[in-house]
């Protein structure tokens, strides 16, 4: 089963959306922001096939930046 | 680039404002030298030069008060928009899947449950921001009257735990001893419940670690109402303590992402607060320790 993590601050659009992918028989994992996000891919624990995030996530130590290019490798 | 290359021009027009200034009062200063021995000269000479440098002064004055009035609205638009946009999307969203998927009853009026909320926060948004466009004016109240402020008080303290489907415990009210006398405040009634749910409000929001929150009404001279909004949530850094009721001004701490808002709220609880001839102010330990918020009214004299 493909699994997709969904970075998103908003909890209603984080659960429509995973409610969605669910649906579509996806197994979905959220998180509420960009840093959590890359720890959780930077710790390699845990696989994801695609991500979905905002592409102006507000990264708190990095303001109003893109996804940083470390996640992109993921 | 569109905000570095701005940042250029209005470091750049207020240097050039500064040098201007400068240079008229240098040059005046040099023609009361060179014309030390004329009267007539000087006396015209610094009429003249200090006509221009005080014109240069005030213009550059001005213009850094443009500046940061401009740059205030950017934030309202960005915070605003954002607080408009996402209610949307979200109600969007969930009217999509209704309309696209089979979903049982349960998931249904679950679906129908976030869309109200979502409803009641873009209402929240537009309220917000017609009430700040109000308390920005300077006029006097429309609908003064002599208002039970301990009945108000109380009445939003209920709005606030239903709302937040607190216990009471949560949300404690102290109703002074007054020996059955009113606590009456002569204002519009309608605008002190704004500004006290406003506290209230707050204090439950940023509440991040489960809600505590004290609500104390006292009168403490003969003539003060106060009010003091206690909670055990988020604090507020010392430097921030005065610019929070400043208006969009939302405290930058990462510990909040998720926590929304327009950065109205305090600045309409500020301005309501002064029109009664009141003041509010906060206090906090610091980040993470709480804060206090307390309201100052005057109590009105038939009480």
Redesign the interface.
């Known amino acids: 089963m493909s699994r997709v993590l969904i970075v998103e ?2 909890v ?2 984080a ?3 995973r ?2 992918l669910e ?1 579509e028989g996806l197994e979905v994992e959220v998180v ?2 960009g840093e959590t996000a890359l720890n959780l891919l930077l710790g390699r624990k845990q696989q994801f096939d695609a991500s979905c995030c905002q592409a102006r996530m ?1 990264f ?2 990095q303001q109003n930046c893109a996804p940083p290019k470390t996640m992109y490798q993921y | 680039m569109r905000i570095t290359s701005r940042r250029k021009a209005v470091f750049f027009f207020l240097s050039f404002g500064v040098f201007l200034a400068a240079a008229a009062v240098a040059v005046g200063f040099g023609w009361i030298i060179l014309n030390w021995e004329e009267g007539l000269k000087v006396f015209l000479g610094v009429i003249f030069f200090g006509a221009i440098a005080t014109g240069l002064i005030l213009n550059t004055i001005f213009l850094v008060r443009e500046i940061r009035r401009n740059e205030q609205h950017d934030s309202f638009i960005n915070a605003v928009t954002h607080e408009l946009k996402t209610p949307i999307a979200s109600i969007r969203l969930y009217l999509q899947t209704l309309q696209r998927r089979e979903v049982d009853a349960k998931q249904r009026s679950d679906f129908y449950q976030l869309m109200l909320s979502d409803t009641d926060r873009l209402l929240g948004t537009v309220e917000q921001v017609l009430k700040a466009g109000q308390a920005g004016h300077k006029r006097a109240t429309r609908h003064v009257a002599e208002v039970d402020f301990r009945e108000l008080v109380r009445e939003c303290v209920d709005v606030a735990r239903n709302r937040h489907h607190l216990p009471p415990q949560a949300l404690r009210f102290t109703e002074p001893s007054t020996n059955g006398t009113d606590v009456c405040v002569t204002g519009d009634a309608e605008e002190l419940r704004t500004a006290v749910s406003n506290v209230l409000e707050n204090a439950v929001k940023y509440s991040v670690n489960g809600v505590d929150v004290s609500v104390q009404l006292e009168i403490s001279q003969p003539k003060t109402v106060v009010l003091r909004v206690q909670d055990r949530g988020a604090g507020i850094p010392r430097p921030e303590l005065k610019r929070i009721f400043k208006r969009f001004y939302r405290v930058p701490m990462r510990s909040l992402n998720q926590v929304k808002g327009t950065g109205l709220g305090l600045f309409i609880v500020r301005s309501i607060a002064r029109k009664h001839g009141g003041k509010v102010f906060a206090e906090s330990e610091g980040e993470g320790r709480g804060t206090t918020v307390t309201l100052l009214l005057p109590r009105s004299a038939a009480s």
């Open positions: 601050d908003e209603h659009l659960q429509g959306l409610f969605n649906a509420g922001d507000v708190p130590s």
